[in-house]
T-cell receptor, first 111, second 115 residues
Framework: GENVEQHPSTLSVQEGDSAVIKCTYS??????FPWYKQELGKRPQLIID?????GEKKDQRIAVTLNKTAKHFSLHITETQPEDSAVYFC??????????FGKGTRLHILP | DTGVSQNPRHKITKRGQNVTFRCDPI?????LYWYRQTLGQGPEFLTY????????KSRLLSDRFSAERPKGSFSTLEIQRTEQGDSAMYLC?????????????FGPGTRLTVT
């Protein structure tokens, strides 16, 4: 079955700097890669996703890249702000199937 | 609120008791998923439905767990003879299965504590 590895487990960046979270997946049939943000005590919220027919997608300060050959995908947050502090989960799935999550990255934005 | 809702939000029970959780998905969504999340971990898949049909169950779902979605709308997850290891956040998500993809939206979860 699918296995998603996520690094780093904790990341601290100065406010205004960029943050990068990297993930790998094992199932070559996976074709949908969402990213979720989870604040303490709250539900995971879908912040951006990418499908296997594109290599990059951007939404304001957030961008995701996908390398299908290497089975790597990454989340980039630019100009980080205090409200970006949260746990971020990468995930992978086949179309219309269950989502397999990574173990999460706790992002701290330092003042 | 038109998002996914779950009830109750918190449940404390004694070991050996049965508990039942409810999930109401986004109204037009035909897929409903249950996940379990423990502290410091990502959500782990338990089971999912398309309409009223249960399409897949994880090996994590022992025979003490049962889920239903009788009319293809809300779903219930029952845990019989609860154990302390069942303590976790139980998350429900829903999606509209389509050619475009599988965007799943999560409910607030039910936090179960087994004492």
């Amino acid at each position: 079955g699918e296995n998603v590895e996520q690094h780093p487990s904790t990341l601290s960046v100065q406010e205004g700097d960029s943050a990068v979270i990297k993930c790998t997946y094992s199932d070559s049939a996976s074709n949908y890669f969402p990213w979720y943000k989870q604040e303490l005590g709250k539900r995971p919220q879908l912040i951006i996703d990418i499908r296997s027919n594109v290599g990059e997608k951007k939404d304001q300060r957030i961008a995701v890249t996908l390398n299908k050959t290497a089975k790597h995908f990454s989340l980039h947050i630019t100009e980080t702000q205090p409200e970006d502090s949260a746990v971020y989960f990468c995930a992978a799935s086949r179309r219309d199937d269950k989502i397999i999550f990574g173990k999460g990255t706790r992002l701290h934005i330092l003042p | 609120d038109t998002g996914v809702s779950q009830n109750p939000r918190h449940k404390i029970t004694k070991r050996g008791q049965n508990v039942t959780f409810r999930c109401d998905p986004i109204s037009e969504h035909n897929r409903l998923y249950w996940y379990r999340q423990t502290l410091g971990q990502g959500p782990e898949f338990l089971t999912y439905f398309q309409n009223e049909a249960q399409l897949e169950k994880s090996r994590l779902l022992s025979d003490r767990f049962s889920a239903e979605r009788p009319k293809g709308s809300f779903s219930t997850l029952e845990i019989q003879r609860t154990e302390q290891g069942d303590s976790a956040m139980y998350l429900c998500a829903s999606s509209l299965a389509s050619l475009a993809g599988n965007e799943q939206y999560f409910g607030p979860g039910t936090r179960l504590t087994v004492t």
